[in-house]
């Protein structure tokens, strides 16, 4: 298996997500042999099918929530499913925040038990799986308990910088990423309106790309505002005014991490 990133979705927040403008299936990982599935949106298991070549869910090592709104973890019971062929071979882990397991819990109780492992994600806190180092460094500035996710494999570090409001800590705690994908919501550029909210805009996201200097910037996990300023315009800006790489996620994008 080579070790890839593929974007099943690249929608973010309410309107893109119910009009489904782009997808807003989750985040399919493949690194070290093991497969991860981030954050799995509305449609994640049907985007798992038609993917070319289809994404057998039986595959799945490991199923991680940032947080549990609904645009990250709408799928993660039926893909819980899926991974475990039903309920009838227990197997993998599950990773989320005790918040979407308890307070407003978005995984059912009954399909809990399918799964070998069950995480519970806490600021600072590091797991392993196989020769992957799973961590979460930082808990969030977000309406609801969410944690960025920085995975560690014998090749690189890889850094989510899920939704959050910004704040420095997002440059010093994910400094060491060689790879950062961010969820770029808001535009709010060019004398755009600077809304008070928990997500990353543009100038933030510069920031953040400015503060790590990784390898590659990936942005996705767009806003109505970002969709219609064309992320790819977007992404090449951020490039010529950085000098980092950096790419717009596509719905279906496979990114080959031999291709930082
Ligand atoms: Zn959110």
Redesign the pocket.
Known sequence: MTDKIKFLGTAGARIVVAKQLRSSAGTWITIDGKNLLLDPGPGTLVRCAKSRPPLDPTKLDAIMLS?Q?I??ANDVNIMIEAMTNGGFSKKGALFAPLSALEDDPIVLKYVRDYVDEIHVLKEGSTYTLGSIEISTPLRHI???E?YGIMLESSKQTISFIV?SRFFPDLIAKYKKSNLIVINLVRYDGKGGKKLDVDHLNLEDVKNIIKGIRPKRAILTHFGMTMVRSKPWEIAAEIEKEIGIKTTAATDGMEFDLANM
Do not use: I, K, R, S
């Open positions: 947080h709104h645009d990250h977000h309406p609801v969410t939704d």
